[in-house]
């Protein structure tokens, strides 16, 4: 039962986080930046927030996020109802980028096979 109730909180932190980065004004953080999944503990005192971009360096896109996370746990606070809003710890999914480099390898086999 608990277990439901956590996704539901993770889709929704996710939800609201994805339209509060772009009110980021760190330079470092780009424009172009998708929340792909939330993960928080038990006791929802911290949220893994995994984040993917097109561009940019991961290094500091990972350090314009954690010079605005208190900014974003701040705005997030007003966004949902929660007793406790969980601290927010960032890291990149690089799973969009590898999506894209196989989408791009399957499409030269099948350029190569048409060829044959």
Do not use: W
Request: no cysteine.
């Amino acid at each position: 039962m608990a277990s439901h109730r956590i996704e539901r909180v993770n889709e929704e932190i996710r939800r609201e986080l994805s339209a509060l980065l772009p009110t980021v004004k760190d330079p470092r953080v780009p424009d172009f930046l998708s929340v792909t999944a939330v993960s928080t503990t038990p006791d929802l005192k911290q949220a893994k927030v995994f984040v993917s971009a097109m561009n940019g360096e991961p290094s500091e896109i990972l350090k314009g996020l954690k010079s605005s996370a208190r900014f974003l746990r701040g705005a997030l606070a007003g966004r949902i109802n929660l007793r406790y809003t969980p601290e927010l710890i960032f890291e990149m999914d690089d799973s969009i980028k590898e999506g894209l480099k196989i989408n791009q390898i399957l499409a030269d086999i099948a350029k190569k096979e048409d060829k044959s």
